[in-house]
């Protein structure tokens, strides 16, 4: 009778510790399924503020991503100052010899084609009196790949500007008509003003300082876009009903919509 009443006691107190282990794990499964539920919680509201928040023509990526990623987001950005300040003192220096200095650009490649030939020949042929190897000259060879995906990249672009101009022309959208217009009349203001290799040399440095800039002071500059962007729109509103609306529209509108 102990003996069987000793085994009864050892078998209580075996089941009392798996309940209380059972206790321990459905409140642990309780208390990490309440945790990730928290976790979904926050990321829903993360993600609603997030889409709240007004970026600079719709942005959705970084600057860097929006930039291309790789190494010429970060020369754009100066992630490497020596490099992005490198590539900043080579075009200047470009655009001071060319448009100070008024050196060409035919005669600057004939002059550095003909001494680059004249030290790699003389080098070639002195080799064999000075006793030391010739200058391994590598092949050059342009990829036939690289040539037919540039090529069709700017047939594709072309397509597309020769298609936008082409329904700005037959008066499909007048907004479109009137951007265009206005683009190319400050084009020809800047045109008028500077050369190309100019305009060319202001766009760069614009590429090496705006984004920075941006990515620096992002909040400030996205909340004055807001507050421009919607002062802006009601302006076009009111211009709409009052001048655009009037405006006959094209026949191929008409046909359009009939």
Avoid at 66 to 86: E, H, N, T, Y
């Amino acid at each position: 009778m102990e003996d069987h009443a000793g085994e009864h006691e050892k078998h209580h107190e075996t089941e009392s510790v798996i309940e209380k282990i059972t206790e321990k794990l459905h409140g642990h499964d309780s208390s990490s399924s309440s945790d990730s539920e928290d976790e979904k919680g926050i990321k829903s509201t993360a993600d609603a503020v997030k889409a709240k928040i007004y970026r600079l023509f719709g942005r959705e990526k970084p600057v860097h991503k929006v930039l291309g990623g790789g190494q010429p987001a970060d020369i754009f950005l100066w992630r490497d100052k020596k490099v992005s300040a490198g590539v900043l003192g080579v075009a200047t220096a470009i655009w001071v010899l060319f448009e100070l200095l008024e050196y060409h650009l035919l005669t600057l490649v004939a002059h550095i084609l003909i001494f680059a030939l004249a030290i790699l020949f003389l080098w070639s042929n002195a080799s064999t009196f000075i006793k030391k190897a010739p200058p391994k000259i590598p092949e050059v060879i342009v990829p036939e790949d690289i040539v037919l995906g540039v090529a069709s990249a700017l047939r594709i672009e072309l397509n597309r500007a020769l298609a936008i101009l082409r329904d700005i022309a037959c008066g499909r959208d007048l907004k479109k008509f009137l951007a265009v217009v206005a683009g190319l009349w400050v084009l020809s203001v800047v045109g008028s003003c500077c050369n190309f290799l100019t305009l060319f040399y202001i766009c760069f440095v614009l590429l090496h300082t705006v984004p920075v800039l941006y990515e620096k002071y992002e909040d400030k500059v996205d909340a004055f876009a807001e507050k421009a962007e919607a002062e802006f729109k009601k302006q076009y509103a009111v211009f709409n009903v009052k001048v655009l609306s009037k405006i006959p529209k094209g026949p191929l509108v008409d046909k359009k919509q009939a």
